[in-house]
């Protein structure tokens, strides 16, 4: 479904990306792990269209991604989680959910879509007329999955759904991502720094360190690998 | 001084005040939705507001179109100026403003705002200095047989009159439906809600598939429109210059202010007190006086207290 | 004096006085008094420029009322002329100080407000006067004719001694400019204007020094707007209180080029002269062709060259940088630190904390720095490392614990004083002043610290030494790589000859190469007696710079000691790579 060559992305004279490939087949869990700064919130927003590219080619089903522009491209079906939640403050949780329907895909089915959303995440049928900004770390996130899955996607891509969540509830989340990928087949794309959690959901993982995918393969040889520990503690071959 | 007669000044400035406050506060709401969605700088606000005033005047006077709809012409043509006024903001922002706001500078250290600032005061000088070619420096106004006529209220303690200046009351009436059913699109609409996506967070409603760039466009045409409108409104009741447009720029920056940046009820409060502020302050001070009252005003919540009195949230100051 | 000023203040000086000297001339020449009074406004209108340059172009905050200025100027001058018989010779300068004293007034209030609400907040200054002066009744005031002595009133039968005035003015407003251009004052300005924060960190004062310029700034406007009352003999609220003289002094300014002094000059030659043409020629078909040209001229300036005339032209026409010269094998100078002889603990953090609303940021973290030591602070993303640097720094203050410097508090003490008392810190974005040197990008930490002239030029060339960049001294910070730029944050830094660096990610987005080379010059400033605390994710890096590590996990110190048992340590590992990964491993 989603095909990525040889992507290279700079961000004001720094190389964020350098030739990276990546390949996300229908109804398949990828993880893509990493260290702090290894370009993996770079990698999203390059797919989503916010930063460009500036080498290589990324292929939605056959598409060429890159020469759409970036609000387009919600609209194909492809939802992105972001790093940090980006809930909208402002808006209620209800029409937060709203607005994530907004492309068309996502109205048609919206009843539908809506009722999942809330059997998954009861909070959220309950907390429907609060202010997203006052809801709390955890249900915000839930927010922000449920604001994804609004537009009933094709794909959805969440980037460090765990982030700055206590322990319990970050598990609870990455239960909760399992389900949706379970019951309802959706194809997922996960970033994150907790190597253990995201590797044991999907199916296939890859390892990016400054800007380079050094390691890919199915989760149980990646988990065996210490290789990826060192990766991120620094203790590098030289 | 006779408290009687001190009473029924009050009573009638306080009247007064409430009738003029509504219009101020469309055209705090018409800022608003520039100011408090995009967070852009228009200096050029006032003299959106002088367009609408002269569009209704060519309207109704110059060309003569409304007199079919008898005494209602003046506010019909007020209705129309929006409209009018919402294709010039659309192109301002089309050719001009995008390139010094939305997305292009949101990364920006001061978030684009000298940008906008110089840009939309030179469009503010060329808009009144060209109002000036156009229009000549005469003052005009928009009367009606309205105008003039009063309703008198008879109330209260002794002879206690009302003055309710029908023109300036039916001006009243209909800003207050254009806040609502401006308020109603913002908040039971697709439309609306993607506009207010799109203030929130700009990068979160793109992965959402808002086009920010078009919302923006369709914030700045609108806001100008709403606040065209008021202009109109104002015609009615005040002869104007092409230089009108000074005077209510503070007015609405200080009633924006008040209320609280993001709100768009807050702002139409936020005009509302400086509509009370105005009349209140013609029963103390001389004319001249009045206006630099409401500077005043404006500089001391500035200085005192930039987050407004019905801020929706914790919005920047 | 900033070093390297001597030469272009000679350089510029004689250009200035060739340039006054051709336009006495020119004076001389025109007969016509419409084109005589031109003469005299475009001076004027150049020391308007001049004056709004002073503060909203070197310190960056856009004022839309300096209007208030000359508007005062204008009427003190008409007005004790009236009253009192003073001869304008002394009302001029009564208007400076009038000015000046206003330029308190309105500072005191307005600095605390940010860009658009500062610009709006000055805009209402002189339209309140407006009102005021007309309420007042001086709708008009005329200065009375004098027909004995004329030039005893600043009055003129000849309309070009008005010129010969004017640019006396010019030259005076021009001469401070370039002085403040040159000096220590005019770079702290320019900090200021760049990134406030990162000024205040090098030990800046910002309000004292906006003060200081808004002060120069009002005063010239004053002396403008009292010349222009001279010039006229009518004085108006309209004509100077109004939106178009405040509009028309920045246009002035900002079509020609912020920043320098040549900017209001080449924008004061041009678009005066055209304004007033159109306005003489079209005027009675077209009125308010004069708006009509300086709304456009903005908008175009600001779409297409937002810096000004100046700076586009020459950058289009500069000559290509010079090479840089491979000086002599580096032999290192000696480093200054002004550090107290002191036993004990550089730094000592006992239970700090800070909390974000309902977020506890930084909970409750304690640790010691030891003299000499380069410590890690490690930890997983958002955990909480940089605001704890904002809160050793003074950027933040803090809810809890104690922060102490060499055995004094620093907790609870503003920015600027900590820098003085001796701490350096680099921040995150690096933020250069593009059209300045790289030396003097680096004088500013010198300037922050306290030093001055020669101490402080001596200092900033050792901190480049130090970085390895003194080669790049005379080269625009603009040009510089990645690299460099980080190595000048150092030097800034260091300039400022402070005994304790706080560095937040200073290796960030570096190669391996780069990485290198920035570590061995920590290493050296280590040898030379700094101590170094240092945010990094580049945990590579880390392992073979610091000492020690000290791990921070969601606002709380996880773990500290030395690297490679931090690294193996359990806490940390499910830190970074959660638990689950720790129950697997283990497990195996």
Redesign the interface.
């Known amino acids: 479904m989603l095909d990525i060559t040889g992507l290279s992305v700079a961000y004001g004279g720094l190389r964020a990306l350098a030739e990276v490939s990546l390949k996300v087949e229908t109804g398949q869990f990828v993880t893509v792990v990493g260290p702090n700064g290894a370009g993996k919130s770079t990698l999203f927003k390059a797919i989503s269209g916010i930063v460009p590219a500036a080498a290589g080619s990324i292929r939605f089903d056959g598409e060429d991604l890159l020469a759409r522009a970036a609000d387009r491209r919600a609209h194909l079906g492809i939802a992105h989680v972001p790093e940090g939640r980006q809930v909208f403050k402002t808006l209620t949780v209800r029409e937060n959910l709203e607005m994530g329907a907004y492309p068309e895909a996502g109205r048609r089915q919206w009843g539908r879509t809506l009722e999942r959303i809330h059997t998954l995440f009861p909070i959220l049928a309950e907390r429907r007329e609060q202010l997203a900004g006052t809801l709390s770390g955890g249900e915000q996130q839930m927010l922000a999955i449920g604001r994804g899955l609004a537009c009933a996607p094709r794909l959805l891509m969440l980037d460090e759904p765990s982030m700055g969540l206590a322990p319990a509830i970050a598990d609870m989340i990455f239960e909760r991502i399992a389900q949706i990928h379970r019951e309802d087949g959706l194809t997922i794309l996960l970033v994150e720094q907790r190597v253990a959690e995201a590797l044991e959901l999907s199916d296939r993982g890859y390892v990016l360190e400054t800007g380079r995918m050094v390691l890919e393969g199915p989760y149980q040889t990646l988990l065996s690998d210490d290789r990826v520990r060192r990766s991120y503690l620094g203790i590098s071959d030289e | 001084m006779d408290a009687q007669i001190f009473f029924e000044n009050t009573l009638n400035a306080c009247v007064s005040g409430l009738v003029i406050g509504c219009i101020y506060g469309l055209m705090c709401v018409g800022l608003s939705l520039i100011f408090g969605i995009m967070r852009v700088v228009n200096f050029a606000q006032g003299d959106l507001l002088m367009l609408g005033a002269y569009a209704a005047f060519y309207l109704v006077v110059v060309w003569g179109t409304m007199s079919v709809l008898g005494p209602a012409g003046p506010f019909v043509a007020a209705l129309l100026a929006g409209p009018m006024v919402f294709c010039l903001g659309w192109l301002l922002h089309r050719f001009l403003l995008s390139r010094v706001s939305g997305l292009r500078t949101a990364g920006s250290l001061d978030e684009g705002h000298f940008g906008q600032l110089i840009v939309t005061l030179g469009v503010a000088l060329i808009l009144q200095n060209g109002g000036l070619i156009l229009f000549g420096s005469t003052p005009r106004a928009v009367s009606t047989p309205l105008s003039s006529a009063a309703w008198l209220i008879e109330t209260g303690p002794g002879d206690t009159t009302i003055f309710l200046n029908k023109a300036r009351l039916i001006a009243c009436l209909v800003a207050l439906v254009v806040v609502v059913a401006l308020w109603l699109l913002l908040e039971r609409t697709r439309l609306g809600r993607a506009l207010r996506a799109a203030a929130d967070n700009p990068t979160a409603a793109t992965y959402m598939g808002i086009d920010v760039d078009r919302a923006h466009r369709i914030a700045f045409a609108l806001g100008s429109a709403v606040t065209a409108i008021a202009g109109g409104l104002v015609a009615t009741y005040l002869s104007f210059t092409p230089f009108m447009g000074i005077d209510f720029v503070v007015i609405m920056y200080a009633g924006v202010v008040l209320g609280g940046m993001g709100s768009l009820l807050g702002a139409f409060w936020g005009g509302l007190t400086i509509g009370f502020v105005q009349q209140f302050s013609a029963l103390a001070l001389p004319p001249q006086l009045q206006n630099a009252a409401i500077f005043v005003v404006f500089l001391l919540i500035v200085v005192l207290r930039p987050q407004g009195l019905f801020g929706r949230s914790a919005d920047r100051a | 004096m900033r070093p390297g000023a001597f030469p272009r203040l000679r350089r510029d000086a004689l250009i200035f006085a060739v340039l006054l000297a051709c336009y006495v001339v020119l004076s001389g020449v025109v007969t016509n008094s419409y084109y005589q009074l031109m003469l005299t406004l475009v001076p004027i209108w150049a020391v308007m420029g001049l004056s709004w340059n002073l503060f909203s172009g070197y310190v960056g905050l856009?004022s839309?009322g300096h209007a208030v200025f000359f508007g005062l100027g204008a009427y003190t001058v008409a007005l004790t002329m009236n009253a009192w018989n003073l001869t304008p010779w002394f009302g001029i300068p009564l208007g400076t100080v009038v000015g000046a004293v206003a330029a308190v007034l309105i500072g005191l209030?307005?600095f605390?407000?940010?860009?658009?609400?500062f610009?709006?907040?000055m805009?209402?200054?002189p339209?309140?006067l407006l009102?005021?002066f007309?309420?007042l009744g001086y709708q008009e005031v005329s200065l009375p004719m004098k027909r004995e002595q004329p030039w005893a009133w600043l009055q003129f039968t000849d309309p070009r001694g008005f010129t010969l005035v004017a640019l006396g003015l010019l030259a005076m407003a021009f001469g401070i400019s370039l002085a403040v251009e040159n000096s220590r004052f005019g770079l702290t300005l320019m900090a200021i204007r760049q990134?406030e924060l990162a000024a205040a960190a090098a030990g800046i004062d910002a309000r004292r020094a906006k003060m200081a310029a808004l002060v120069l700034s009002g005063a010239i406007a004053a002396a403008a707007g009292g010349l222009y009352a001279c010039i006229l003999l009518v004085v108006t609220p309209d004509a100077v209180f109004g939106?178009?003289t405040s509009?028309q002094a920045?246009t002035v300014a900002?079509f020609g080029g912020v920043g320098t002094v040549w900017g209001p000059l080449i924008g004061a030659a041009v678009l005066i002269p055209l304004a007033e043409t159109l306005h003489a020629e079209l005027g009675n078909i077209?009125?308010?062709?004069?708006?009509?040209v300086?709304?456009?001229?903005?908008?175009l300036?600001?779409?297409l060259a937002?810096e000004g005339l100046f700076w586009t032209l020459r950058d289009r026409f500069a000559r290509t940088a010079l090479p840089p010269e491979l000086g002599p094998a580096p032999v290192l100078p000696t480093l200054t630190l002004r550090a107290p002889a002191a036993a004990g603990p550089v730094l000592r953090v006992e239970n700090i904390g800070k909390s974000f609303g309902g977020l506890r940021a930084v909970d409750g973290v304690s640790f010691a720095v030891a003299r000499g030591e380069i410590l890690g602070i490690i930890g997983?993303?958002?955990a909480g490392k940089t605001t704890l640097f904002n809160l050793l720094n003074g950027v933040l203050p803090s809810d809890t614990g104690t922060a102490w410097l060499d055995g004094e508090v620093i907790t609870g003490r503003p920015l600027h004083a900590i820098c003085r008392a001796g701490v350096g810190r680099t921040f995150q974005v690096v933020r250069s002043f593009p059209r300045l040197s790289l030396l003097d990008n680096v004088l500013i930490g010198a300037y922050g610290a306290g030093l001055t002239g020669a101490a402080a030029t001596t200092a900033a060339e050792v901190a480049l030494a130090r970085t390895g960049l003194a080669a790049q001294a005379q080269r625009e910070a603009g040009a510089l790589?990645?690299k460099e730029l980080r190595l000048m944050e150092l030097a800034r830094a260091v300039a400022g000859q402070p005994h304790l660096l706080l560095l937040d990610e200073t290796l960030?987005?570096l190669?391996r190469e780069e990485c290198e080379a920035v570590l061995s010059v920590l290493r050296e400033l280590r040898a030379a007696g700094m101590t170094i605390v240092i945010i990094e994710?580049?945990?590579?890096?880390?392992?073979k710079l610091a000492d020690r590590l000290v791990v921070i996990d969601?606002g709380r110190l996880l773990a500290e000691g030395a690297p490679r048992d931090v690294?193996e340590n359990r806490a940390?590992?499910e830190a970074?790579?959660?638990?689950?990964?720790m129950?697997?491993?283990c497990s195996?």
């Open positions: 856009t839309f209030p307005t605390r407000l940010r860009g658009h609400y610009a709006l907040a805009l209402a200054f339209l309140v009102y005021v007309q309420y990134n939106m178009l509009a920045l900002m077209i009125p308010g062709i004069q708006g009509v300086y709304g456009l001229a903005i908008i300036v600001m779409l937002p997983p993303n958002g790589t990645n960030a987005g190669g994710h580049t945990m590579h890096a880390m392992l969601r690294v940390v590992i970074y790579l959660g638990r689950k990964w129950a697997k491993t195996t």
